[in-house]
Structure formats: C-alpha cells, structure tokens
C-alpha cells in the first residue's frame, strides 16, 4: 500500500530555477528556497486553501546562482551558497547578511551546519572541502587532486 500525496499549491516567487529547499521540524511553517536568479526566500506557509505560503522576504546579495541554502537549528539563520564562490551567513530576524564566506576558487555547490550550528562546513566545484568558524574564518581544507568530480557536503 502506498501513500498518496496531493498537490495542495504552488509557492510562486523566484525569476529562476529553484535549486533547493530548506525546512527544519523545529519551524515547520517555514521554508526557504535557493534560485538561479541569485536570490533566496523566506516563505511563511499557510492553512489557507486558496494561498499556501507567503514570501516573507527575499535575501539578495551573491552575484551569481545560489546553489544550496540552509537553516540552523535554532530556525535563526540561513547558510547559502553561490555559483560566485561565496557562502553567506543570513540572520532572518533581519534578512541581512551576517557573514560572507570567501575561499573557493570555484562554484559553492553545498553547504552545511553542525548539529550545534557552531561550525560550516562547505563543498566546491574547486574539489574541495572546507570547514569554517560561524566567524567567517576557514580552519580546515581537504583537498585531493586525484578527485575527477565535485565534492558535495551534507
């Protein structure tokens, strides 16, 4: 027996693809959304029948594609990361950025929080791995030459 799911609504809002969503159980009303038109949104979901989700605010500052986005876990901030080689570190309360991220040579394909959102870890189209402070700061970088493909984080 399977499990049928029903269409309840479409969230419309980005100019782009949409390259991933986020949610997390502790906040499940509320959804963000990474796009190639360089953005990310907040959506507020809803009851309603005739609106499903509202766009509470669009977070705009990378320069090319946002690739993958996230939220910690105590639902106060988002992590996204761009084609432009940058992650940036978003507080929702405000939908400023808090930290920009810079040392990929190449495209930021995934990004990720600790389980106590004290530590970033973040993968490239560079073929590498780097771990960074909620500071901004990269403390770790694996690197192997011999990896032909792009390296993923989650």
């Not at 939220?71 to 432009?84: M, N, R, T, Y």
């Not at 004290?118 to 901004?136: E, H």
Request: aromatic letters at 8%; glycine letters at 8%.
């Amino acid at each position: 027996m399977s499990e049928q799911m029903t269409l309840r609504g479409t969230l419309k809002g980005h100019n782009g693809w949409v390259t991933q969503i986020a949610t997390t159980p502790q906040f499940p009303d509320m959804i963000l959304s990474s796009s190639r038109d360089k953005s990310v949104i907040m959506w507020k979901l809803t009851r309603d029948e005739t609106n499903y989700g509202i766009p509470q605010r669009a977070l705009r500052g990378h320069s090319h594609f946002v690739s993958d986005v996230v939220i910690s876990s105590d639902g106060q901030f988002a992590l996204s990361g761009s084609w432009d080689g940058t992650l940036r570190l978003w507080d929702l309360t405000t939908g400023t950025t808090t930290r920009r991220f810079v040392g990929h040579s190449k495209d930021v394909l995934s990004v990720a929080f600790s389980a106590d959102n004290r530590q970033i870890v973040s993968g490239s189209r560079d073929k590498t791995i780097k771990l960074w402070n909620t500071l901004g700061v990269c403390k770790y970088t694996v690197q192997e030459d011999h990896h032909r493909y792009q390296i993923n984080v989650q």
